[in-house]
């Protein structure tokens, strides 16, 4: 059974700063990559970071110089730094661990709510 277990999440003030951490257990095998997605109620959740095996990354248009994927392989865990934080990422950040990226298959984390105050 493969656990992710995210924290760091919370309220911030704009222009403030997150690190959202989620460390993966369990029977999990070979990781392809790790990534975090977020979703607004009533919007399609999108990919917010990912960061392949090979160390690559890749980010949304819209948090490129504000956030940074970093990743821990001995303890299968990927963080996401936020920093300067706008009104607009307030949503609820997903972590994703993919086994796959080929068939885009993996795990999800719970959520965790980051609310950015104007």
């Known amino acids: 059974q493969v656990q992710l277990v995210e924290s760091g999440g919370g309220l911030v003030q704009a222009g403030g700063s997150l690190r959202l951490s989620c460390a993966a257990s369990?029977?999990?095998?070979?990781?392809?990559?790790m990534g975090w997605y977020r979703q607004t109620p009533g919007k399609q959740r999108e990919l917010v970071a990912i960061?392949?095996?090979?160390?690559?990354?890749n980010y949304v248009d819209s948090v490129k110089g504000r956030f940074i994927i970093s990743r821990n392989n001995a303890k299968n865990t990927v963080y996401l730094q936020m920093n300067s934080l706008k009104p607009e990422d307030t949503a609820i950040y997903y972590c994703?661990?993919?086994?796959?990226?080929?068939?885009?298959?993996?795990?999800w984390g719970q959520g965790t709510p980051v609310t950015v105050s104007s």
């Open positions: 960061i392949y095996r090979t160390s690559n990354t």
């Open positions: 994703r661990v993919f086994s796959s990226i080929a068939t885009m298959t993996g795990y």
């Open positions: 369990g029977s999990i095998g070979s990781i392809d990559a």
